[in-house]
């Protein structure tokens, strides 16, 4: 541009300039806006039992599946171990398999929108029908059975 060239008129470029914010605030994340805690894992601090019944009716068959889970804390870095300590006649062991698949999920997922580490969790009971029970059913049952066992073992934000 030449020196003595006429500048262009700011107000006549056709874009408005963006809005300034009010004096006296700043930019940034509030305290309430912080998402750190969210994704930093659970633990539980004592043990607990929890039961998960998945019943329903589904296009004219029932869905049948109940566990009940005991849960307790493992050392801290110990990480996760499922067991099961129920008979074939309880439940027979494909169910098992997804009725662990769910406690898996759920623990994942985990309480709050967080994962729960460090925790020792045996399936100690549960039932099963002939006709009604299935592989969903089973993961649904573990799932809500964890769920229920964490929320009743004082569950802790940790790290």
Request: zero cysteines; charged letters at 30%; a neutral charge.
């Amino acid at each position: 541009m030449e020196p003595n060239a006429p500048r262009p008129d700011p107000k006549t470029s056709g874009v408005p300039p963006p809005p300034r914010p009010p004096r006296g605030t700043t930019a940034g994340l509030s305290p309430e806006d912080d998402d750190s805690s969210k994704k930093r894992p659970v633990t539980i601090t004592k043990g607990a039992e929890g039961e998960g019944k998945f019943i329903r009716p589904s296009g004219g068959v029932s869905r049948h599946g109940h566990v009940i889970v005991r849960v307790d804390p493992n050392s801290k870095g110990k990480g996760t171990i499922i067991s099961s300590e129920v008979t074939d006649d309880m439940i027979p062991e494909r169910y098992i398999k997804s009725a662990t698949k769910g406690i898996r999920e759920a623990l994942d997922y985990g309480y709050e929108d967080r994962p729960v580490v460090d925790i020792v969790v045996r399936i100690v009971g549960g039932s099963w029908d002939r006709i009604a029970s299935d592989e969903l059913a089973f993961t649904m049952a573990g799932i809500l059975a964890i769920k229920d066992a964490v929320k009743k073992a004082e569950p802790m934000t940790i790290g």
